[in-house]
């Protein structure tokens, strides 16, 4: 009795063993091609949306500049002037934000770190405007001017900052990196209440550059959303200014990247556009439009909320969402020599995709990364 039910016990436990074998092998392989696969139809079908070049969206190049002409306050033409510069990264940050964007220069955008540990020139701007309330105008912005003169990383132009002038500030940077910039290989947009896993993103790029992808737009993609009708939300458009019932598909505005190609002809499209719709990812995604590009998921580029603890997303995590003053210590532990490590082997790889699909398809991480074979397997 006890030596039968002995024997299909071991037997199972070599086929389970063996079944893990050649699915870690596969993992291992497609893990490879996986970062090497940019063809766009694994995130078809796009849609592109109404045609909007022959549209109320468009509008003279006179009148289309209009939308962007605002003087700079506070700029830096030479900094980009090195010249293998890998990414040009502007995070879109409010005037008052002092403490902020202090985290990000002493986490993920300290340059220094970025030059010395992996290798590559990276800029890091702010896109600013001027603060909405006359009252303290004045005062905040000579403290602009004082943490300008200390870190030489703000980039400002004189229109009002606030949620709905996020356009206007994506004009601000398309421009900026197109007059001083134009050479990076890579454009960044990122919020000022980000963590971005450096070492990932820049292996990522680097790989993607020595590949010679062009046409090349990745971040969280929302690919089926339209105008919000209710008047009260911040996301209400007016069916005059958008009369179609669905966006072409976006990256959300917290953080995207995009080829240098794609850039310029972004900014290209953006000088005869009607730039007065205020959600910036969606008039990104216009502007995609209009020069026929459509954005690439990549799945741990975060949706709305922060990713869950665990070095088993941060050996793969690109961006995090919702930081603000936990960013020190969780950059200190996404970046500890032990992530890099956790999955390595056939052992790390299966525990791994345990703890991911225990954490990212628990309901509760919703809107952090998907859980799907994808994210949970390579
Ligand atoms: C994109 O949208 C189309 C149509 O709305 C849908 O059929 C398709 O499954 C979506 N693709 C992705 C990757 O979500
Ligand atoms: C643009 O729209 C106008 C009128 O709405 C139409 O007459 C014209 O044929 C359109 N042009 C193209 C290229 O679609
Ligand atoms: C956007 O900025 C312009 C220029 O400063 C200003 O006139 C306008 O009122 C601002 N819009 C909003 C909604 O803040
Ligand atoms: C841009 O669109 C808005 C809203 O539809 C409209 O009021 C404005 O006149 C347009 N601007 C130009 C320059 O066509």
Redesign the pocket.
Known sequence: MFVKCQRPRRWHFVQVLFICLILSGIMLCWDKLDSFSFDFAS?????FGPSFRNSSFTVSRAEGCKFSDHPYLITHTKTCESSNVLLLLFVKSFPQNFARRQNIRLTWGNERYIESELGVSVKVLFALGVHPHLKDRTLIQSQLFQEDQKYHDLIQQNFIDSFYNLTTKLLLQFNWAHTYCSHAHFLMSADDDMLIHMPNLVTYLKQVHQAGIRDFWVGR?F??TGPVHRKSSKYYVSPDLYPWD?YP?YTGGAGYVVSRDVASRIHQASLTLNATLHIDDVFMGICGSVIGVAPK?HHFFSGEKKSPYHPCIYKQMMTSHGHESDLQEVWRQVTSPEVQKVDSGITGKLYCSIIKLALLCNPFNRNTYPCNPSTIFF
């Open positions: 995130i078809n079908p796009f849609h993609v690919n089926n669905r598909t998921a």
